[in-house]
């Protein structure tokens, strides 16, 4: 019982403080490799997959996206095409 009730007094604190973000954000979906990368309106950006998950910071250069994810600066450079984020190898991710 007390484990519920805590479960739910931290998702109420998370609610209530905007650490959860409901607007403000793009969302990109892979189906091929089952992630997700959302990009928020203050430059911020996580990439969610099976096998974790990294946060950090994306720049807009026309129609590039370059995500720099931390904590060792790794690069991915993106075209945007439509609603579709794609890589130089054709891979691509959809905006849900």
Same mark, same amino acid.
């Given at each position: 019982?007390?484990?519920?009730?805590?479960?739910?007094?931290?998702?109420?604190?998370?609610?209530?403080?905007?650490?959860?973000?409901?607007?403000?954000?793009?969302?990109?979906?892979?189906?091929?490799?089952?992630?997700?990368?959302?990009?928020?309106?203050?430059?911020?950006?996580?990439?969610?997959?099976?096998?974790? #998950?990294?946060?950090?910071?994306?720049?807009?250069?026309?129609?590039?996206?370059?995500?720099?994810?931390?904590?060792?600066? #790794?690069?991915?450079?993106?075209?945007?095409?439509?609603?579709?984020?794609?890589?130089?190898?054709?891979?691509?991710?959809?905006?849900?």
């Amino acid at each position: 019982m007390n484990k519920y009730m805590i479960i739910t007094i931290v998702i109420l604190i998370l609610t209530l403080s905007g650490c959860v973000q409901t607007e403000g954000k793009t969302v990109y979906h892979s189906e091929k490799y089952n992630n997700n990368i959302t990009l928020y309106n203050d430059f911020t950006a996580t990439y969610i997959s099976p096998k974790g #998950s990294w946060a950090g910071t994306y720049k807009i250069d026309d129609d590039k996206i370059i995500l720099i994810l931390a904590p060792f600066g #790794s690069v991915s450079e993106y075209t945007k095409q439509g609603d579709r984020l794609v890589m130089s190898d054709g891979d691509f991710w959809v905006k849900i």
